[in-house]
């Protein structure tokens, strides 16, 4: 765990180069700037063992995922399919698609 990690775990902040988190009702210093780094403070490194046993990521292979059948869907027509069977129904003036006059129709005799 890093000093940026325990200050953020712990609702921290940085002030004039000092990673610092209350406890109570002080300020306890997590971390110094060294240059470009963030070094702990004896009381950081005793914080980040309390606190930083909690959030390890676990090791291991990942979870193997389900495999998940897809259904095959019914192929839909194409637009020049429908046209053509349009075309050639009213050439012989029947319907291939039943219409909501012939289903009324049909239901009333």
Do not use: C, W
Not at 6 to 12: A, D, Y
Not at 50 to 69: Q, W
């Amino acid at each position: 765990m890093t000093v940026y990690e325990l200050l953020e775990k712990l609702g921290g902040e940085i002030v004039r180069g000092k990673a610092r988190v209350r406890q109570g009702g002080d300020y306890v210093v997590l971390g110094f700037l060294n240059g470009d780094d963030m070094i702990f403070t004896p009381e950081g490194r005793q914080l980040a063992a309390e606190h930083g046993s909690e959030d390890k990521p676990k090791r291991g292979r990942p979870a193997k995922t389900a495999v998940v059948e897809s259904e095959q869907v019914p192929a839909v027509p194409e637009l020049a399919e429908v046209e053509a069977a349009l075309a050639a129904a009213e050439a012989t003036e029947e319907v291939p698609f039943p219409t909501a006059e012939s289903a009324f129709e049909q239901g009333l005799s």
